[in-house]
């Protein structure tokens, strides 16, 4: 399956500031999935990355919060922008696991924010 | 999507079977269910994954009944690195996955 890394692995921000997550895959992918997973909760999806085209979002999630960028089969960055501590999360990056069933995804190990 | 309902935790000994159970009343017929575990400061991992009747890997079994209306993760003799919270998800691959709440399995010595 395919390796995911993302960066950074935790920071610590500032309030009103932005911070840009980066997310690496080894292998060429259609589809890359942003996820949120705040304290102690399950995961929400944030939105569907697919390269060449815009982001898809899900309720409750808006670009200019959370532009995403994909520039290429291998590659995205999710940014968390104007951050408040209510954005103090695990953000995880990941993708369809090829050859495999329909719903099998590998994650990333995620960036742990905290918002200060 | 179709919702899936787990118990919010569940506690066992070491070397006990464990069958952690999920509904899914509202499945879809293109539906497939998928169950991934989930260790602190990780991503979830896939375990397993099932359409109908009896799915078995080198991790766990998944025993999926004819209304598929529900299913049960099986985990044989279970050890403490097996303490983590553990996701059933059903969809059919066309749309992304909805995680819901997970069950948080806790292994005792």
């Known amino acids: 399956s395919a390796v995911i890394s993302q960066k950074p692995s935790r920071d610590i921000c500032q309030r009103g500031t932005s911070l840009t997550i980066q997310c690496q895959v080894d292998?060429?992918?259609?589809?890359m999935f942003w996820y949120r997973q705040q304290p102690g909760q399950s995961l929400t999806l944030i939105a569907t990355a697919n390269q060449g085209s815009e982001a898809t979002y899900e309720s409750g999630f808006v670009i200019d919060k959370f532009p995403i960028s994909r520039p290429n089969l291998t590659f995205s960055t999710l940014t968390v922008s104007n951050m408040s501590p209510e954005d103090s999360s695990i953000y995880l990056c990941?993708?369809?696991?090829?050859?495999?069933?329909?719903?099998?995804?590998?994650f990333g190990a995620g960036s742990r924010l905290t918002v200060l | 999507l179709a919702k899936t309902t787990q118990p919010i935790s569940m506690d066992s000994y070491e070397g006990q079977e464990v069958n952690i159970t999920c509904s899914h009343n509202?499945?879809?017929?293109?539906?497939?269910i998928t169950w991934y575990q989930q260790f602190p400061s990780q991503g979830p991992r896939f375990i397993i994954q099932?359409?109908?009747t009896k799915v078995t890997n080198e991790v766990a079994s998944l025993f999926i009944p004819a209304d598929r209306k529900s299913s049960t993760l099986s985990l044989p003799r279970v050890s403490l690195s097996d303490t983590a919270v553990y996701y059933c998800?059903?969809?059919?691959?066309?749309?992304?996955?909805?995680f819901g709440k997970g069950t948080r399995l806790s292994v005792i010595a």
């Open positions: 099932g359409y109908k």
């Open positions: 990941s993708v369809e696991r090829q050859g495999a069933g329909a719903n099998v995804l590998t």
């Open positions: 509202n499945i879809a017929t293109n539906d497939y």
């Open positions: 998800l059903v969809g059919d691959g066309n749309t992304p996955l909805v």
């Open positions: 292998s060429q992918v259609t589809m």
